[in-house]
């Protein structure tokens, strides 16, 4: 499989913008596609996650700031982020995985960095106050 390759980090000051694209040939038929980031000694953590039907989960702290989309027609998963913080800092990842099966039966995608396999590189982000 073709890998995932993130571009579009960079440096901002707080309040500014930076939108995240990842090329993913081959894995936009994946049910979960999702942006995570890490921070200086901290846990992968999950920022954004799209499933194949467009059902979005979004991380607390980043609602109603960032925006993540999917693009077909590239092959890319996209992620604006607006209204930067200082805590948005970190390298910034995009996965994609396998939806997994709820008791219930619904598909639902894990938020846990663990449950996914496929990773890009990483694009660091880095905002200044």
């Known amino acids: 499989q073709a890998p995932l390759v993130e571009t579009g980090g960079g440096s901002e000051h707080s309040g500014g913008s930076l939108r995240l694209t990842c090329a993913a040939p081959g894995s936009m038929n994946m049910w979960c596609l999702g942006w995570f980031r890490q921070g200086p000694g901290r846990e992968r953590e999950a920022v954004a996650i799209?499933?194949?039907?467009?059902?979005?989960q979004y991380a607390d702290s980043v609602k109603g700031r960032f925006t993540i989309s999917r693009d077909n027609t590239q092959s890319a998963l996209i992620l604006q982020m607006d209204r930067l913080k200082p805590e948005d800092a970190g390298v910034y990842y995009c996965?994609?995985?396998?939806?997994?099966?709820?008791?219930?039966?619904?598909?639902?995608?894990?938020?846990?960095?663990?449950?996914?396999?496929?990773w890009g590189q990483g694009t660091q982000v880095t905002v200044s106050s």
């Open positions: 799209i499933d194949y039907t467009g059902k979005i």
């Open positions: 996965t994609a995985g396998d939806g997994h099966k709820s008791y219930t039966g619904d598909w639902y995608c894990p938020p846990g960095s663990g449950a996914y396999k496929r």
